[in-house]
């Protein structure tokens, strides 16, 4: 069945940088683009970045663009999210996302949390 795990996620100063990963199995992961969303308390979940399958191409959010980078290691079947500049307004749990054979598959969530 399809997974994806998030792991990488913690407290960070603000300012500063972290790395979280996306882990997918169950499904050929080249073929699929991978989106990354976040979730702060009492908002709704919003698109943060999306790399495509061929690893070139990617879009992502106007508040974090140019602070966060997005890549792929289909190899591995994982995606990260490179996150620099942090702030606290990106306090959130971070989901992986992707849409396989029309269905949604979602990630259980990393929580990231930046210090003022």
């Known amino acids: 069945q399809v997974r994806l795990v998030e792991s990488g996620g913690g407290l960070v100063q603000f300012g500063g940088t972290l790395r979280i990963s996306c882990a997918a199995s169950g499904f050929t992961f080249s073929r699929y683009s991978i989106g990354w969303y976040r979730q702060a308390p009492g908002n709704e979940r919003e698109f943060v970045a999306r790399?495509?399958?061929?690893?070139?191409?990617?879009m992502y959010a106007d508040s974090v663009k140019g602070r966060f980078t997005i890549s792929r290691d289909n190899d591995n079947a994982t995606v990260y999210l490179r996150m620099s500049s942090l702030k606290p307004e990106d306090t959130a749990v971070y989901y992986c996302?992707?849409?396989?054979?029309?269905?949604?598959?979602w990630g259980q969530g990393t929580q990231v949390t930046v210090s003022s």
């Open positions: 996302h992707a849409v396989i054979w029309g269905d949604d598959y």
């Open positions: 790399i495509f399958n061929n690893g070139a191409d990617s």
